[in-house]
């Protein structure tokens, strides 16, 4: 009999294209919206997941996101190397700064001062120079994006807080939760680019000797300085608590994406209950044959899962379509379609199909076959 | 069917209806469908059940049929007691016994005349092949040889009720319980039909309950029984019809 439901289901081809179509747009609701708003989560913590080399970083107590600056006293990377089981320990600054665009605009942006001997927690990819060309006098590199926002390429002069910045590369980097443009350039040429503090160490960035786990210097760092010092997976953790419990972002987009798995829930369960509906005389007529309600609940069951997966497979792939073709006409986009959300949204699906079989196959059983017998 | 269906049928009624009554009740109302329908039906006849719109007719034949359960009285299908089987039990006593023919046909839109008929079969647990082939078989011996590949759609009214006759035969069940099934016809292809029914479902081991309010086709019953509200007021033979 399961013939006979997958004929049922696709006899109609137009019923069977909408059916399908419903539950992906249902689906592409869901994951669109969730790509969405989990990209622009994901930037909250752009600096840490692009900073690959930190395992552990060292900040003032107080820090709670990235873009929260509390500097640090110089010497506190001295008492950071100083604590056994350190491997190595390097300085990380970071400040806003302006830098002034071709067109005579002046454009905030996040400069980054790295240690000017290993350039660790440098960008990793290119579009044009490279890392040691830090070392040039004056040189800086200019994210991708930010260097469309300055309108500069690599070999133009910047002007930072009105000091001259030679650009020697455009790198790759994740755009931040504000979107400023990001500069790399030497811990101590940053310092000057940025004066004015007293304090100017940000963070110290270091890893572990061989046969330490993170956490473990973790913890004799922070009890050995008074400093937090936190994991990689920490500090994403520390930041996603921040934005969700100081800003209206996880409320309000959060409803917004909740709304799009109500509203694709419901359309999904309109559109399998419609069907069930639209095909009830002939599972009345199978009942009064002699069909068990085990068997038609099969076939609801195996018509339900058929349109369930065909429209989580062309919603998923939309969501793709959309998320490649929209992250390259606009990169400024946060779209981050994670497997995560995948499986959320096939979890999402698959709960659905289950509600909706169970309704329709309540209905079904439920169903009085001497229905059959009336004439219209 | 086998030889000891056919003894079997020989010596019992396919149909016994003793004092059978059905109540429908709701919050502000009782309908009195059946009053007490005493009646029997034999194998190899074609019994029609005749009478006004409203006066039991179809609710009797679901009731035999096992589809509806009545309020009182006993119903012995082949000597079974229907009424006192189990839900699931009925279910199964109806795939194994009963062919049906309904007024509006009822044929899945998207199967073809074959798969169509093959449905019982699926039922049963006939393989797809061996139940489609004898869909076209029996497709062939109603006369639609050239239609069993054909969607129900792209058929007349009076092929889709062959296709429907051919569906309720494909079981080879022992009561085939048809509703109206000419009501949705012209007068002509109403009588083909009646022809067809009388010429193939009716066997000797089979019995043909027939609900109809169309006089034109009274002529083929073997007998008749009159209703009226929900009593059978008279049982004739169908040669007396006038």
Redesign the interface.
Known sequence: ?I??AW??L???RAKYLSLVIGLAFSVLLMTQQGSIFTGIMMRTFAMVTDVSAARIWVMDPGVQYPDDLKPMKDSDLSRVRDVPGVDWAVPLFKSNGRARTADGNFQTVFVFGLDSSTLLGGPREFVSGKLTDLWTPDSVLVDEAGARRLNVKKGDILELNDRRAYVAGICKATPTFTSFPIIYTTYTRAVKYVPGDRRVLTFVLCSPKDGLSDAELSARISKATGLAAITKDQFIERTLRYYAKNTGIVINFGMTTLLGFVVGLAISMQTLNAFVLDNI??FG????????NF?IAKMVLFQAVVVGLLGYGVGVGATALFGNTAAKNSPQLAFKFTPELMLIAFCAMTLLVAIASVLSIRRVVKL???I????? | MGDASATAVATEPAIICRGVTKVFESDDSVVHALRGIDFEARPGEMLLLVGPSGCGK?TL??VV?G??DQTAGEIRVYGQDVHSMKP?QK??????N?G?V???F?L????TAA?NVA??L???GVK?AAAVQRGRELLTQVGLADKTEV?PLHLSGGQQQRVAIARAMAPEPRLIVC??PT?SLDGETGQHVMELLKSTAVAADRCVVVVTHDSRVFRFGDRIAEMLDGRITSIRNGAEHG
Do not use: C, W
């Open positions: 009999m013939y006979v004929r049922m696709t006899g109609d005389r002939h007529t199978l009942k009064a044959m002699g069909a068990t068997t009085e076959p001497a059959v017998f009336r004439g219209s | 179809t034949l679901s049929a589809i509806l699931a279910t199964a006593f109806r795939l194994r009963i049906f309904f007024q509006q009822n899945v839109p998207s199967l798969e449905v019982p699926l039922l049963r797809r969607s509703d109206e009501a």
